[in-house]
T-cell receptor, first 111, second 115 residues
C-alpha cells in the first residue's frame, strides 16, 4: 500500500499544550497538504507545503517537510479544545496525479 | 460560494442492494474525487472525474462506479452491496485535476450502513 503512515495514531493533551503529529511516506512526492476532520464529517484544508519548502507557518500551525527522510510534521501550538479532531496528511507521488492520505492522527485536547 | 454538497447524508441498505450517491461540487470546480473512509482502512481513494471522464481510479472492485455530468455534478454507484461497504463516502472538488497544489474541498459525506 502506498498509504502514508502517521504517528501517533492518537494523542491526548491538555489545553494550552503543543501537539505534534508526524506523517511519513514511501515515495518521492510533489507537495504535501494537511487536513483536519471533525468527528465523522468532511475534511477541511489546513496548509500546503511544497516539495521545495522546508517549513511553513499559518497562525498556530507550523508544518515541516524533510524530503530526505520522507516525512512531514504538523505542530499546533497553544492548543484549544476546538482543535480536537483527526489530522491527515495528503500527497501525490512524483509523476502521479493520484492523491493519497495518511492514516491520520486523532487529537484530543482536554479543557 | 456554496460548498460541496452530498446527498443523501445517511443511507441504510441491505446486502445485495445497490446505491447511488450524489455530489455537487463548488461552482467552477471541474474535478470531483470520491473517497471511502472506514475505521480500519482510513481514507481510500475511489476515483476522480474531470470533464465527464474518469481520470484516476483507486484499487476498488468493479462494483464501484461513477460518472460526472456536464455541470460537473457527480454520482457514484455501488452495486451488490456487501457488509464491508459500510463507510463514510466523501466527495471532494477542486479546480483542476489532481494537481498536488490544488486544495480539495470536501463535502460532509454520506454515511452508508449495509445491514
Amino acid at each position: 500500500s502506498q498509504q502514508g503512515e502517521e504517528d501517533p495514531q492518537a494523542l491526548s493533551i491538555q489545553e494550552g499544550e503543543n501537539a505534534t503529529m508526524n506523517c511519513s511516506y514511501k515515495t518521492s512526492i510533489n507537495n504535501l497538504q494537511w487536513y483536519r476532520q471533525n468527528s465523522g464529517r468532511g475534511l477541511v484544508h489546513l496548509i500546503l507545503i511544497r516539495s521545495n519548502e522546508r517549513e511553513k507557518h499559518s497562525g498556530r500551525l507550523r508544518v515541516t517537510l524533510d524530503t530526505s527522510k520522507k516525512s512531514s510534521s504538523l505542530l499546533i501550538t497553544a492548543s484549544r479544545a476546538a482543535d480536537t479532531a483527526s489530522y491527515f496528511c495528503q500527497y501525490s507521488g512524483a509523476g502521479s496525479y493520484q492523491l493519497t492520505f495518511g492514516k491520520g492522527t486523532k487529537l484530543s485536547v482536554i479543557p | 460560494k456554496a460548498g460541496v454538497t452530498q446527498t443523501p447524508r445517511y443511507l441504510i441498505k441491505t446486502r445485495g442492494q445497490q446505491v447511488t450517491l450524489s455530489c455537487s461540487p463548488i461552482s467552477g470546480h471541474r474535478s470531483v474525487s470520491w473517497y471511502q473512509q472506514t475505521p480500519g482502512q482510513g481514507l481510500q481513494f475511489l476515483f476522480e472525474y474531470f470533464s465527464e471522464t474518469q481520470r484516476n481510479k483507486g484499487n476498488f472492485p468493479g462494483r464501484f462506479s461513477g460518472r460526472q455530468f456536464s455541470n460537473s455534478r457527480s454520482e457514484m454507484n455501488v452495486s451488490t452491496l456487501e457488509l464491508g461497504d459500510s463507510a463514510l463516502y466523501l466527495c471532494a472538488s477542486s479546480l483542476v485535476m489532481g494537481r498536488s497544489t490544488d486544495t480539495q474541498y470536501f463535502g460532509p459525506g454520506t454515511r452508508l450502513t449495509v445491514l
